[in-house]
């Protein structure tokens, strides 16, 4: 990292660190809020930006884990997190290993589609069934407590505490993102992205590859999913919809693919929006739209770079010149991969 | 005879009706450049797709040494010593010819997909990098994104991708293919290079080219085999005659 880089880095730290001491409470809970939705929106573009692969059923792993501790939790005490928050990112892992299992078999439009079948299955379930409260949700009436020798090390029903807790996750998700992005896991899933035929004939294992991202992706999102269920205290079958997915997508698309903290600007960028447009008309959604539409429009290499690296995912040749016409024919076929 | 690196028994791939590749048995040996030519689809490209992977045979075997490899995925046979290059030229564009070459080397490390970077690992992959550029000749070009390369340095990066991997079959689907003359050359003599420890196999139109090069000639027609041996036997044989070759092509 260039100086210049680090020093920026550190200067934001420091104001997301001292953030407590100058806003009020509920600006502080809002950016609990926005700190939650850009973990989930990184989850998201390590499967989106650096994978390629456009997923629509993130929101389900971040409502299993948020389910997670709603049905952990017991109704007049608080959870424990030692026990409720590593239940919650094996819920969200296990659900990631079995739909990354079955949909990342398919490519492209046909991934989109898949992935969002799945993720509306999930949504009815929970709004259909009785389950957990059904389409009327759930209460988690305390927030969870991290008890250590008879002692709440982490206080969680303090704003201020809950939002460093957040900000401590959020880091910690940089940093993940940051690590596995760079080492060869990283540059493998890349080169899947870039030239998938190629990437397999040099002898790179891509379903796995793509599949452990999943699980990492859905993992992660699972961790942003519990953090918003305890801030909430309360879940709803909403937290699994595709709705909640396309906006941590909006977020990614927003705030740049290449980067690993990049879909957390955007979820700065949707959430701002969203805040300041409330309190001036009820339309607010067609407004945020709009903006959103004009922001897109005037830096269209966020968008470009979206569907330029989605593209070739699933059709590796297409961005290359046509060299030889007599193996179109086999080429089509040689996708059953 | 020499090591048998690669064969195929009564290999056969069908598209719906049509037999592509109709009962091909084919023996290549180390440090020899088999090349297959035959008509547009007489099947060779089936063949090579066949024998990377990138294709499942319909009936037939293919075997690496003794192993069977005929149910093994491609990215597998890349790592059983399979290495090829594609017609249409097959990079990653946008990474640098560093980077590029870097992934060839790393998917056969043990750290090909580690979760973290380590140092030695790194720096371990960096050097066989640069030594597989030099052997390339690509050293100068290392930083360079792959896209902004010319179509003849892009099919000697592609190439060179196929060397780091250290395979012990090296198959080349029309390496030639639009390439200008001064870069046919110079494609023509690395393909040269490549024989030394390994079998390889060509796909190739450009018939100076083919005899210039080949140890071993296969002539394929309708998906078949129709002739198969020394260049120069090949050349006389009356029924590639027929089939291909045309009588001023045999005398120049």
């Given at each position: 990292?260039?100086?210049?880089?680090?020093?920026?880095v550190?200067?934001?730290?420091?104001?997301?660190?001292?953030?407590?001491?100058?806003?009020?409470?509920?600006?502080?809970?809002?950016?609990?809020?926005?700190?939650?939705?850009?973990?989930?929106?990184?989850?998201?573009?390590?499967?989106?930006?650096?994978?390629?692969?456009?997923?629509?059923?993130?929101?389900?792993?971040?409502?299993?884990?948020?389910?997670?501790?709603a049905?952990?939790?017991?109704k007049?005490?608080?959870?424990?997190?030692?026990?409720?928050?590593?239940?919650?990112?094996?819920?969200?892992?296990?659900?990631a290993?079995?739909?990354?299992?079955?949909?990342?078999?398919?490519?492209?439009?046909?991934?989109?589609?898949?992935?969002?079948?799945?993720?509306?299955?999930?949504?009815y379930?929970?709004?259909?069934?009785?389950?957990?409260?059904?389409?009327?949700?759930?209460?988690i009436?305390?927030?969870?407590?991290?008890?250590?020798?008879?002692?709440?090390?982490?206080?969680?029903?303090?704003?201020?505490?809950?939002?460093?807790?957040?900000?401590?996750?959020?880091?910690?998700?940089?940093?993940?993102?940051?690590?596995?992005?760079?080492?060869?896991?990283?540059?493998?899933?890349?080169?899947?992205?870039?030239?998938?035929?190629?990437?397999?004939?040099?002898?790179?294992?891509?379903?796995?590859?793509?599949?452990?991202?999943?699980?990492?992706?859905?993992?992660?999102?699972?961790?942003?999913?519990?953090?918003?269920?305890?801030?909430?205290g309360?879940?709803?079958?909403?937290?699994?919809?595709?709705?909640?997915?396309?906006?941590?997508?909006?977020?990614?698309?927003?705030?740049?693919q290449?980067?690993?903290?990049?879909?957390?600007?955007?979820?700065?960028?949707?959430?701002?929006?969203?805040?300041?447009?409330?309190?001036?008309t009820?339309?607010?959604?067609?407004?945020?739209?709009?903006?959103?539409?004009?922001?897109?429009?005037?830096?269209?290499?966020g968008?470009?770079?979206l569907?330029?690296?989605?593209?070739?995912?699933?059709?590796p040749?297409?961005?290359?010149?046509?060299?030889?016409?007599?193996?179109?024919?086999?080429?089509?076929?040689?996708?059953?991969? | 005879?020499?090591?048998?690196?690669?064969?195929?028994?009564?290999?056969?791939?069908?598209?719906?009706?049509?037999?592509?590749?109709?009962?091909?048995?084919?023996?290549?040996?180390?440090?020899?450049?088999?090349?297959?030519?035959?008509?547009?689809?007489?099947?060779?490209?089936?063949?090579?797709?066949?024998?990377?992977?990138?294709?499942?045979?319909?009936s037939?075997?293919?075997?690496v040494?003794?192993?069977?490899?005929t149910?093994?995925?491609?990215?597998?046979?890349?790592?059983?010593?399979?290495?090829?290059?594609?017609?249409?030229?097959?990079?990653?564009?946008?990474?640098?010819?560093?980077?590029?070459?870097?992934?060839?080397?790393?998917?056969?490390?043990?750290?090909?997909?580690?979760?973290?970077?380590?140092?030695?690992?790194?720096?371990?992959?960096?050097?066989?990098?640069?030594?597989?550029?030099?052997?390339?000749?690509?050293?100068?070009?290392?930083?360079?994104?792959?896209?902004?390369?010319?179509?003849?340095?892009?099919?000697q990066?592609?190439?060179?991708?196929?060397?780091?991997?250290?395979?012990?079959?090296?198959?080349?689907?029309?390496?030639?293919?639009?390439?200008?003359?001064?870069?046919?050359?110079?494609?023509?003599?690395?393909?040269?290079?490549?024989?030394?420890?390994?079998?390889?196999?060509?796909?190739?139109?450009?018939?100076?080219?083919?005899?210039?090069?080949?140890?071993?000639?296969?002539?394929?027609?309708?998906?078949?085999?129709?002739?198969?041996?020394?260049?120069?036997?090949?050349?006389?044989?009356?029924?590639?005659?027929?089939?291909?070759?045309?009588?001023?092509?045999?005398?120049?």
């Amino acid at each position: 990292m260039q100086r210049a880089t680090r020093l920026i880095v550190l200067a934001l730290l420091v104001a997301a660190i001292a953030l407590p001491f100058a806003a009020p409470t509920y600006y502080m809970q809002f950016a609990t809020k926005v700190l939650i939705l850009g973990m989930l929106a990184m989850a998201l573009n390590l499967v989106v930006g650096f994978g390629g692969l456009v997923s629509v059923c993130h929101a389900a792993f971040y409502g299993i884990a948020g389910y997670v501790l709603a049905i952990a939790a017991p109704k007049y005490e608080p959870a424990s997190l030692w026990l409720t928050l590593p239940l919650a990112l094996i819920a969200s892992s296990a659900a990631a290993l079995v739909l990354g299992a079955l949909s990342l078999r398919t490519r492209g439009v046909y991934f989109i589609m898949v992935t969002l079948a799945f993720g509306e299955m999930l949504f009815y379930f929970f709004h259909d069934t009785t389950f957990a409260g059904g389409s009327d949700g759930a209460f988690i009436n305390l927030k969870p407590e991290a008890m250590l020798f008879g002692v709440n090390v982490l206080d969680l029903d303090k704003p201020r505490v809950f939002y460093w807790a957040v900000l401590a996750m959020a880091v910690l998700t940089i940093l993940l993102l940051h690590t596995i992005t760079r080492a060869p896991f990283g540059r493998a899933l890349a080169a899947a992205r870039d030239n998938e035929r190629r990437a397999r004939s040099l002898g790179f294992p891509i379903y796995r590859v793509r599949l452990t991202a999943f699980v990492i992706s859905g993992a992660l999102a699972g961790l942003a999913g519990y953090f918003a269920a305890a801030q909430f205290g309360f879940v709803a079958p909403e937290m699994l919809g595709w709705h909640q997915s396309a906006i941590a997508l909006v977020m990614v698309v927003l705030g740049g693919q290449r980067s690993v903290a990049g879909p957390l600007f955007g979820a700065v960028i949707v959430m701002g929006l969203e805040e300041s447009l409330k309190g001036l008309t009820e339309h607010w959604k067609l407004i945020e739209g709009l903006i959103i539409i004009a922001i897109v429009l005037a830096f269209p290499s966020g968008l470009q770079g979206l569907v330029a690296r989605v593209l070739p995912a699933h059709d590796p040749e297409k961005r290359e010149p046509a060299f030889g016409q007599d193996r179109a024919r086999i080429d089509n076929e040689s996708d059953h991969g | 005879m020499a090591d048998i690196a690669m064969r195929t028994a009564a290999l056969s791939k069908r598209f719906g009706g049509l037999a592509a590749v109709n009962d091909v048995s084919l023996a290549f040996a180390v440090g020899e450049i088999h090349a297959v030519i035959g008509p547009n689809g007489a099947g060779k490209s089936t063949l090579v797709n066949l024998l990377s992977g990138d294709f499942r045979p319909t009936s037939g075997d293919i075997f690496v040494g003794d192993r069977n490899v005929t149910m093994l995925a491609a990215d597998r046979r890349g790592l059983f010593g399979i290495g090829r290059s594609y017609q249409k030229t097959t990079i990653f564009p946008d990474a640098t010819v560093f980077e590029n070459v870097r992934l060839a080397v790393q998917a056969h490390a043990p750290s090909a997909i580690a979760l973290m970077a380590r140092t030695a690992g790194e720096q371990d992959l960096r050097m066989r990098t640069d030594a597989a550029l030099s052997t390339a000749g690509l050293n100068a070009r290392a930083n360079v994104r792959a896209n902004t390369l010319s179509h003849g340095e892009q099919r000697q990066l592609e190439i060179a991708m196929v060397i780091a991997t250290d395979p012990k079959v090296v198959l080349l689907d029309e390496p030639l293919a639009g390439m200008s003359g001064a870069e046919s050359r110079d494609m023509v003599e690395l393909i040269k290079t490549l024989r030394q420890g390994r079998a390889v196999l060509l796909v190739e139109h450009d018939m100076d080219a083919v005899f210039a090069v080949a140890d071993r000639l296969t002539v394929m027609a309708d998906g078949k085999v129709i002739a198969s041996g020394a260049p120069e036997d090949v050349r006389r044989h009356s029924a590639v005659r027929a089939a291909y070759l045309g009588a001023e092509t045999l005398h120049t």
